[in-house]
């Protein structure tokens, strides 16, 4: 796994004290394997991390989910990381972190694509569901209009897309 030093320009205001962070200021946090950069980690901080060569990076704080993904008792966060890149479309991935010991720990990443929307993202009977909207040939950047609902299965470390039957 590659690791890249990431300079962070932007400061999470944090308070300090004894208490834990909430689940929320963890994933805001956290250290994640970027699946679209081939693994290279990057460290959040406020929700933000900007890297040297120009790729900044950022979770979208309105998308965080948290809940019990199997009914298992073990509590999962969700959200929806955005690379934004020079020149590109920006990418999005689906990043995963779940409890364990008591500290959020990032567990899978999956790309989801590049240049579209996320409408939402919810659990249902074990599934990440995702719901987002791509462009059309006929749709200006800003606007995608096209409506996709993509289904992630939790294995272990791995987000596998769940087809749907026809």
Same mark, same amino acid.
């Given at each position: ?6 300079? =962070?320009?932007?400061? $999470? ?6 208490? &834990?962070? /909430? @689940?929320?200021? #963890? ?46 008792? =073990?509590?999962?966060? $969700? ?6 890149? &020079?020149? /590109? @479309?920006?990418? #999005? ?74």
């Amino acid at each position: 796994m590659k690791r890249m030093f990431i300079p =962070i320009f932007l400061l $999470s205001l944090a308070a300090c004290g004894g208490d &834990p962070p /909430s @689940p929320e200021d #963890a994933f805001e946090n956290l250290t994640v394997p970027v699946a679209s950069l081939d693994g290279t980690e990057i460290t959040l901080e406020g929700r933000r991390a900007a890297s040297s060569d120009g790729t900044l990076t950022f979770l979208m704080d309105d998308l965080h989910l948290i809940g019990d993904l199997d009914q298992n008792g =073990i509590r999962v966060m $969700s959200g929806v990381l955005f690379i934004t890149r &020079p020149g /590109s @479309p920006t990418l #999005a991935e689906l990043v995963v972190a779940v409890e364990e010991d008591g500290d959020l720990v990032h567990r899978a990443s999956h790309p989801l694509g590049e240049g579209l929307r996320v409408e939402g993202v919810r659990y249902d009977a074990g599934e990440i569901v995702v719901h987002l909207l791509f462009p059309t040939p006929e749709d200006p950047p800003c606007c995608p209009s096209r409506s996709v609902v993509q289904r992630f299965r939790l294995t272990g470390s791995t987000l596998t897309p769940v087809i749907a039957d026809a």
